[in-house]
C-alpha cells in the first residue's frame, strides 16, 4: 500500500464513519521538493471523491488543515 492510500485510510478513520455532513478540510503546502505540488494534487483528487470530506480553498473555512512535506522522486531505484 502506498503512503498516499494510507493518508487517506487515516483520514476516514479521524473524520468517523457515521458523520451527518461532510467535513471541510483544507489541504496546506506539500514543501517545495520535486514533485510536491503534484503531490498535493493527488491528495486533493483522492480526498474530493469522498463522501465525509468538503475541499475548500482558503483555510479560514476549514474544519481541519492538511500540511505535509513530500516529494516524487522521478528516479529508478535499484535493490
Do not use: C, W
Request: a positive charge.
Amino acid at each position: 500500500m502506498n503512503g498516499l492510500s494510507i493518508l487517506v485510510l487515516g483520514a476516514g478513520l479521524v473524520f468517523g464513519q457515521e458523520s451527518t455532513r461532510p467535513k471541510k478540510i483544507f489541504v496546506g503546502g506539500f514543501g517545495n521538493a520535486e514533485g510536491a505540488n503534484e503531490l498535493r494534487g493527488l491528495v486533493i483528487q483522492r480526498l474530493s471523491k469522498s463522501p465525509r470530506v468538503t475541499v475548500v480553498r482558503s483555510s479560514l473555512d476549514a474544519e481541519f488543515i492538511l500540511t505535509a512535506v513530500g516529494q516524487i522522486s522521478r528516479q529508478d531505484h535499484y535493490p
